[in-house]
Every structure is written in structure tokens, then in C-alpha cells.
């Protein structure tokens, strides 16, 4: 049932929803990492939640409180992510605000890289990590409605309607980090979809994330 005054009513509903950057490990004391808190994602969870939604949220490290309601699932890295979202399976909507890692460190050391003395620096050799959008996008267990976001600095309609595309995902949810710097606490998101653009006004993450929660109910309705 949704809280007391929720406008949207998704009672019934499974919402998988990934948030927060990942971590990949250069060997045990450092790893690669990006600047997403995971705030956008925790909002829509909690906002998915007050709807009246089974909400599973699978993130990765972030100094967050589980939203009351929400199955939460911590993982570190973008395989763990990729696992966890295809254990979470069967979804009514997939939501995927994480900040996933392109590239991870070809090989994990086992011990601490020690410097040797000499200045010269240790090879860091990248591999590319699985697309987890894209690869549930192609899945036979694909969710009805699957919702990507896109993190942009510049083109940022342009590269997330690109993105639509080429990873299936019904609608991108594109915001200008450029401008809205990543961390904060209010966001403009524009959502991109076979229909067009949409932008909604520039709101604090709990109302941006509220303001999603109502467009998805209206499209399951
Ligand atoms: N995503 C994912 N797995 C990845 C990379 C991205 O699931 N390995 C998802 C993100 O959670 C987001 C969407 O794909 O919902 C778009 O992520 P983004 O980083 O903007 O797209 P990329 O294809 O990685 O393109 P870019 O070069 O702009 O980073
Ligand atoms: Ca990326």
C-alpha cells in the first residue's frame, strides 16, 4: 500500500534499482572508483517504496541509509553488480542509476604494489566491464519497463537519446553534471524515450525521484 499522501500506487510492483559508483580493485589497498554518492538512486528507491513497490536495491558503496521498505543488496564491483541484478529477476521495472566503472584493472594483485625506488610507475592495464543495462536489455527475462540514466557533461540530450538506442533501454534519464555537479543535492533530469523529451524543472533529488515514481506508475498503468 502507498504511505499516506503518495500520489503514485504501485502496490504489487517489483522494482530493481541499482545505485552508487562501483569499486575495482588495483590489488588489496586500492581500487578505481568515480564520483557518484548514490543520492539519486537512494531517492528513487525510497520514493518507488512509499508507492507501495517491492523495492530491491542493489548498491554499490556509499556512506547511505537504507530507505525503510527496500531490500537493499551491497556489492563492490560491476560483476557483483551484474550478478546481483540477474539473482533479483523477475522485475516489473528495472531503474539503473548506478555509476558503473567502464574499465576494472586487467589483473588484481594479491599484495600491496610497492614502489621500487627507481620513479618508474606500474603498468595499469584496463579491460572493459560488462554493460549490465544493455545485457538486461537483451535478456529473455528483460522487465516490461527499463529505465537507464546517463550522466553527461556536454550534448546531453543528444548523447542519451544515442544511448537509448544502443542499449534497448525503454527510457534514459539524462542530467547535465556539468552543470548540477555529481554529489549535490538537486538535479534536472531530462527523460528520453521513443515519445521524445521531457524535462521536468530543477527539483531537490527527493522530488526529482517522486516525480519519476509517478511517471512510472502512469506508464504501467
Ligand atoms: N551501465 C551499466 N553497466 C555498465 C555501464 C553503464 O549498467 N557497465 C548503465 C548505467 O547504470 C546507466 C546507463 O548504463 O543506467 C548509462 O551509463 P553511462 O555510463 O552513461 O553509459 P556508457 O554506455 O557507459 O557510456 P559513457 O561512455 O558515456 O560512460
Ligand atoms: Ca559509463
Known sequence: ?????????????????????????????????????????????????????????????????????VTRVDVETARQMATAVEAALPADVAIMVAAVADWRSAGEAARKIKKDGSGSVPPLQLVENPDILATLCRSDRRPPLVIGFAAETNDVIDHATAKLARKGADWIVANDVATHAMGGNINRLHIVSAAGVESLPELPKDAAAAALIEKVAHALA
Open 1 to 69: 500500500e502507498p504511505v499516506e499522501g503518495c500520489r503514485s500506487n504501485l502496490t504489487g510492483k517489483h522494482i530493481l534499482i541499482t545505485a552508487g559508483p562501483t569499486h575495482e580493485p588495483i590489488d588489496p589497498v586500492r581500487y578505481i572508483a568515480n564520483r557518484s554518492s548514490g543520492k539519486q538512486g537512494y531517492a528513487i528507491a525510497a520514493a518507488a517504496a512509499r508507492a507501495g513497490a517491492k523495492v530491491t536495491l542493489v548498491s554499490g558503496p556509499v556512506a547511505l541509509p537504507t530507505p525503510p521498505g
